[in-house]
């Protein structure tokens, strides 16, 4: 967990390879479980900068697709929509995001 500028990111990292919907993630990959901020001030994208170089590997999110205000987010701090996925036994679609700390580099 981390809590900073009243921001939380909840994560992990797997431990073996996992599927993420139709996207397969590697072991050692980082899954973000949550993000939320208190505030609409810009300090949600600064902690996620700073978690994003902290862990320094590949972090993958999913989130429902009808959640565009969360997508937007997501794309405005270099994450990238990579597929699809589902709840509810397929009847809530979800898609899936990836930011690749090597992708940036380049």
């Known amino acids: ?50 978690f994003f170089k902290y862990v320094n590997r590949r972090v993958y999110l999913s989130v429902r697709s009808d959640n565009e205000i969360a997508k937007r987010f997501y794309l405005r701090n270099n994450m990238k929509l990579i597929g699809g996925t589902s709840w509810a036994r397929g009847t809530l679609p979800g898609d899936v995001y990836l930011y690749d700390q090597v992708e940036e580099k380049v």
């Open 1 to 50: 967990v981390v809590l900073d500028r009243e921001v939380i990111i909840t994560y992990n990292f797997y431990k073996r390879k996992q599927r993420i919907g139709d996207v397969l993630a590697q072991q050692g990959d980082c899954i973000l479980h949550q993000i939320a901020a208190k505030n609409k001030d810009g300090s949600a994208s600064e902690v996620l900068q700073r």
